[in-house]
């Protein structure tokens, strides 16, 4: 397939939609459909894919979301760096609702889904970084362009649907998470076996049940908040798509060099 795009945002919880003036394609892929069909649009000079995780009318969960044919599917159509925007929990009480996390680290508490594309051979993909350097510098510095701090830390992605247990929480703070979410994988070790760059934007929609004080993570608190920030999101998003360089030559490119693919 010809080059449509060469940057993507697979959005998250509450971001459904992201580019105006967008076209529409219907993707297949070896792993089935991607969540919906991909739109693509040129936005600061870059053409760009948009693809809602779950589904723009949500009907996938955490658990359901076919994350191999949604990654596939962006490579196919030329996509070489990905921008990751998802709602999270904070396990710090100084990482609350509204604030913007680009997680340098992850932890897996997942368990079940598939997360590899190699079902044979040797591939092996270093892994010990799972988000661009790249990616996240440029998002760092777009966001303090439009007055936003943002935080680096862990991000720990558990099976869910549920959320998690008081113990659990405290045990993931414990751990050195920072904060909690339920898609960051393994989207982020799907980019990383294409060679693709790939940048989480974590916004911190609530408190996780863990942190002292407070009551427990509802839904409807997660979406309030998140609908509350998604201008804000967008307009970075939006910034951080034409900045980030146009050939990177980082090592999340370079990831399977030497291997039998
Ligand atoms: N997504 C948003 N908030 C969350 C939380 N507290 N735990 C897991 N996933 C989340």
Known sequence: MTSLADVAV??????????????????????GAPSDPVTVATVGGRR??????????????????????????????????????????GLRPELGPGTFVVPDQLIDRTSG???TFYDTGAVHVNFADPYCTD??????????EHGIDTHDGTMVVVEGPRFSTRAESRWYTAMGGAVVNMTGHPEAVLARELALCY????????????????HGVTMDEVFAVFAANT??????????????PELPDDPCQHALD???V
């Open 48 to 89: 760009t894919a948009f693809l809602p995780r779950h589904g723009k009318d949500h009907r996938f969960p955490p658990h359901r979301i076919p994350y191999r044919a949604n990654l596939w599917a962006l490579r196919e159509i030329g996509v070489r760096q990905i921008l990751a925007p998802c709602a999270v929990g």
């Open 113 to 115: 889904r598939v997360q």
């Open 135 to 144: 990616g996240r510098a440029v998002v760092k510095k777009v966001a303090a």
């Open 10 to 31: 697979i959005g998250g919880s509450g971001l459904y939609a992201l580019l105006d003036d967008a076209e529409e394609h219907v993707l297949d892929t070896p792993f």
């Open 258 to 260: 030497g291997m039998p």
């Open 199 to 214: 940048t989480s934007i974590a916004l911190v929609t609530d408190l996780d049940a863990g942190v002292e004080g407070d």
């Open 231 to 244: 201008e804000r999101l967008r307009k970075v998003l939006l910034d951080v798509v034409p900045a980030l």
